[in-house]
């Protein structure tokens, strides 16, 4: 993994372990590596990786049993709220970009409902090549 | 764990180490950072019981360095230090006779993983291979504190990750770490802690993530405000 070295790197694990969780690719339950292994998956610091999994558990999206270790969360609604977390963040990104360019909410709307269209569009003309 | 006050070194008129006050705990991984020249190596020698000191005080659980604390203090040096004859079994054997907390079985289950041939002469290996024993034979003691003298210098990227897993998979809550290197990208995700050190002089101790959240500053871009823009 390459990291920012000036944002906190707990933070950038937490966020890719975050995506796993909420794009599936880390189950519901799925046990996830100790601290000493994590640590060395992603090299980093021992009390680096303590610090993901404490945010994670704090966050409600990890629990850690003693003496089993650290499992993704169970509760279907702790990963729904997670992802709409993920994708009001991708969201805000994305907004931030557009007024960046000078363009409203209101554009940002217009363009998203083009590009709809426009794809709706190419996929009749390539059914209609096919055809 | 280790604690120095004051502490110094001089050769001649020239302080290597300039009263440094410093104080490392277990459960951490220090990042001795500075140019060639600021008393990295230096003061991992004093704090090693290699070389002693001009002034101040180095203290080990309360006690000066010596005899008893060299049985807890593991030091990797930059100079190589096998005889070229020598396989990286006969390197194993030779700490073996010297420390008692060295582990056969560690050190050849350290060369199994960085994939290094035990039956290898010393005289064959590449530099990165050269750096892996180097690293090895020095984990493979059961201490409480493990010094690492550049152990990124002058290895291929790959040498570099073996190295780096080899010592997170060490660090441990009741153990410090202290590396140096002037490589700082390599420095930034293993330590949680850097001593940057000019001139012999501690400028400063930082907890690294903290600086990160509260600074937005990399270990990289301290480094350049501390040493960029002066002499030495």
Redesign the interface.
């Known amino acids: 993994m390459n990291?920012d070295?000036?944002?906190?790197?707990?933070l950038q694990v937490a966020t890719r372990l975050k995506r796993q969780i909420a794009t599936g690719t880390l189950a519901p339950g799925a046990k996830l590596p100790g601290g000493?292994e994590l640590?060395?998956q992603?090299?980093?610091?021992?009390?680096?990786a303590a610090?993901i999994y404490q945010e994670l558990e704090r966050e409600g999206v990890c629990a850690t049993s003693r003496g089993l270790g650290t499992f993704v969360t169970e509760d279907e609604r702790a990963v729904q709220s997670l992802r709409r977390e993920m994708a009001h963040d991708a969201l805000e990104q994305f907004l931030e970009e557009l007024s960046g360019l000078g363009m409203t909410v209101g554009d940002a709307i217009d363009l998203i409902k083009r590009e709809e269209s426009n794809n709706d569009h190419m996929q009749t003309t390539d059914e209609e090549v096919r055809q | 764990m280790i604690t120095c006050r004051q502490l110094t070194k001089k050769y001649g008129s020239k302080a290597a180490v300039d009263a440094v006050d410093l104080t490392l705990e277990p459960?951490?991984?220090y990042a001795m950072m500075g140019p060639n020249g600021s008393g990295k190596t230096t003061w991992m020698k004093m704090a090693a019981g290699l070389v002693r000191s001009t002034g101040g005080e180095i203290l080990y659980n309360g006690k000066p360095i010596g005899v008893e604390s060299r049985r807890h203090v593991a030091y990797m040096s930059t100079e190589p230090y096998f005889y070229n004859w020598m396989t990286a079994r006969d390197v194993g054997k030779y700490y073996q006779d010297f420390f008692d907390d060295f582990s056969m079985e560690k050190y050849e289950k350290l060369l199994q993983r960085m994939d290094l041939d035990i039956a290898a002469k010393v005289r064959t290996l590449s530099s990165g291979m050269m750096a892996k024993l180097k690293i090895a034979v020095t984990m493979a003691r059961d201490a409480k504190v493990y010094m690492l003298d550049e152990p990124f210098n002058g290895i291929d990227l790959l040498a570099r990750?073996e190295i780096?897993?080899c010592i997170?998979?060490e660090?441990?809550a009741d153990k410090v770490m202290v590396l140096s290197s002037h490589l700082v990208?390599e420095m930034?995700?293993?330590?949680?802690w850097a001593v940057f050190l000019k001139n012999g002089r501690l400028v400063e101790m930082r907890d690294l993530?903290q600086m990160?959240?509260t600074d937005?500053?990399?270990?990289?871009?301290r480094y350049r405000e501390i040493y960029g823009h002066t002499e030495g």
């Open positions: 990291y070295p000036m944002k906190p790197i707990w000493r640590a060395a992603y090299g980093i610091n021992p009390n680096t610090r | 459960g951490h991984v990750d780096r897993t997170l998979e660090a441990a990208e930034e995700t293993i330590a949680d993530e990160r959240s937005h500053v990399s270990m990289a871009d």
